[in-house]
C-alpha cells in the first residue's frame, strides 16, 4: 500500500510533463518550420525490502528533445520563400552564433541582405551573410542553393546537416541550436532548397490529440490509486483504533 503512493505520484509527474509538451505542440501546428517536442522516460526500479517485497517500478521524471521529422511542403510561389528537401537546414547568423531552421521564409533589407522575418541575416556554407540588389529584382535560388539575379550569381543559401546525436535547444519558435557542430551539405542529391515552397510544422494533428486523450485517462488512473490507497489506508487507521 504504501509503495502505490509513489508509483502513482511518479505517473502523474510523468503524464504531466507530457501533457505540457503536446499543449506546446498543439498551439503552434500552423507554426511554419516548427519542430514537435516529444518526451523520452526511463523505467526505475527500486528493490524489495529483502523480506518478500516485489521491486517497484517507478518513472524517471523524462527527458525532452525535439523530432526532426520533416513537415508538410506548401507551395507559395514567393520568391523569397524557401523550404529545404530532405535532412539538412537552412542556417542564420543568431545572437550567439550560427541557428539553424526550417523556417525558409526570407525578406530582403534595404542593404540588400537576405534574411529571416525575424531580422537575421541569412548565412551560405561558410557562414557569411547573402547579399543581392535591394532594387535588382527577382532571385531566383536553384536546388544547391545558388542564387541568381539579373543573370548573375551571387551566392549560394547555405544548407547544413546536424548529427542524428546532437541534443538540439529551441531558439525562438522554429529555430534550433546543436550541442554538436553541423556540417554543410555537400551531396544536393539527397538535400536541396525548393525555391517558392515553405515547410509547416511537424505536428501531427491526430496523433497528438490521440496522445492527449491517453493521457488524460493515465492521469486520472493514477488519481484514483491515490485515492483508494488514501481510502484503504483511511480504513486500515479506523480497524486498528477500533481493536484497542
Do not use: C
Not at 510523468?14 to 498551439?27: G, I, P
Not at 490507497?229 to 483504533?241: F, H, K, V
Amino acid at each position: 500500500m504504501e509503495a502505490s503512493l509513489p508509483v502513482a505520484l511518479s505517473a502523474q509527474l510523468a503524464v504531466e510533463r507530457r501533457l505540457d509538451t503536446l499543449a506546446h505542440n498543439l498551439a503552434n501546428l500552423r507554426t511554419v518550420g516548427f519542430r514537435s517536442e516529444e518526451v523520452k522516460f526511463d523505467e526505475l526500479i527500486k528493490a524489495g525490502d529483502g523480506f518478500g517485497a516485489d521491486p517497484v517500478s517507478l518513472t524517471s521524471k523524462g527527458e525532452s528533445f525535439l523530432s526532426t521529422k520533416n513537415g508538410e511542403l506548401t507551395q507559395t510561389g514567393n520568391p523569397l520563400d524557401m523550404a529545404v528537401s530532405g535532412d539538412a537546414w537552412f542556417g542564420f547568423q543568431g545572437p550567439n552564433g550560427t541557428v539553424y531552421t526550417r523556417d525558409g521564409r526570407m525578406r530582403i533589407n534595404q542593404a540588400g541582405t537576405i534574411e529571416t522575418l525575424t531580422g537575421y541575416p541569412l548565412v551560405d556554407a561558410g557562414g557569411a551573410q547573402l547579399q543581392v540588389d535591394p532594387s535588382g529584382g527577382a532571385i531566383t535560388v536553384a536546388r544547391d542553393g545558388m542564387i541568381t539575379q539579373n543573370g548573375r550569381q551571387l551566392g549560394a543559401v547555405g544548407l547544413f546537416t546536424i548529427p542524428a546525436s546532437a541534443k538540439l535547444t529551441r531558439f525562438d519558435t522554429s529555430g534550433v541550436v546543436p550541442d554538436q557542430a553541423a556540417q554543410p551539405a555537400l551531396d544536393f542529391s539527397q538535400a536541396g532548397v525548393m525555391q517558392g515552397f515553405v515547410e509547416g510544422s511537424n505536428v501531427n494533428p491526430i496523433l497528438e490529440m490521440t496522445r492527449l486523450i491517453e493521457l488524460q485517462r493515465a492521469f486520472e488512473s493514477a488519481a484514483n490509486l491515490v485515492q483508494s490507497n488514501e481510502r484503504s489506508l483511511g480504513d486500515a487507521i479506523q480497524t486498528l483504533g477500533g481493536a484497542k
